[in-house]
């Protein structure tokens, strides 16, 4: 079973509308959580970090918020634009100095912005 | 700066042959890692070197394996080669290993078809 679950696997929202993707994880202990943005065809870009004890960091139009103890978070994007069209990854990664230190990752949601 | 530049872009092997792919850190960067993407599994984490050395890899066989040189860029190399190795493989950078927070940078990836 995938340690990062992220949902809707697909969402389709018209341009200038809100939208909220979610990503459960069960990586216990962890050191960080990020999002990525993921062009098709391109690296991902970072867009936020959060150590476990952040509940929210902001990148412009892009909030993501952290609850540890539920294991949750959240993407939100506000304003969407048609540049937003991409997949959104959530990703976390195990403390420093464990064995096992790696990241772990979703398997994205593909949003598509329609004008 | 420059980014983290990998080559080639895209290539096209034969089942049964091997493949190098090359990756160049951002400047200042020593800890590289490498992954796997694939329409299927998401991404998935090969492998991290760190000043050479190798620290962490993932769950792949044998046939899967890279190495880092004192300039910090990094090659990995897939030995005969099967039609499911075709993916996006993509190479990070960071300042130091992944689990202490820094921003990751990825390049833009090798397209790896095996026909």
């Known amino acids: 079973k995938n340690q990062v679950e992220q949902s809707p696997q697909s969402l389709i929202i018209l341009e200038g509308k809100n939208c909220t993707l979610q990503?459960?994880?069960?990586?216990?202990?962890?050191?960080?959580l990020r999002w990525y943005k993921q062009d098709t065809g391109r690296g991902p870009v970072s867009l936020t970090i959060m150590t476990f004890s952040e509940n929210t960091k902001s990148n412009g139009r892009y909030t993501a918020t952290l609850d540890a103890d539920t294991k949750q978070s959240s993407l939100h994007i506000t304003a969407s634009q048609l540049s937003d069209s991409a997949s959104y990854i959530c990703v976390v990664s195990y403390p420093r100095g464990s064995t096992l230190g790696r990241l772990y990752f979703g398997r994205g949601t593909q949003l598509t912005v329609w004008p | 700066k420059a980014g983290v530049t990998q080559t080639p872009r895209y290539l096209i092997k034969t089942r049964g042959q091997q493949v190098t792919l090359s990756c160049s850190p951002i400047s200042g960067h020593r800890s590289v890692s490498w992954y796997q993407q694939t329409p299927g599994q998401g991404l998935q984490f090969l492998f991290e070197?760190?000043?050479?050395?190798?620290?962490n890899k993932g769950n792949f066989p044998g046939r899967f394996s890279g190495r880092q040189f004192s300039n910090s860029r990094s090659e990995m190399n897939v030995s005969t080669l099967e039609l499911g190795d075709s993916a996006l493989y993509l190479c990070a950078s960071s300042l130091r290993p992944e689990q202490t927070g820094n921003t990751i940078y990825f390049g833009e990836g090798s397209w790896l078809t095996v026909v």
């Open positions: 990503c459960n994880y069960t990586v216990s202990p962890f050191s960080n």
């Open positions: 070197y760190f000043s050479e050395t190798q620290r």
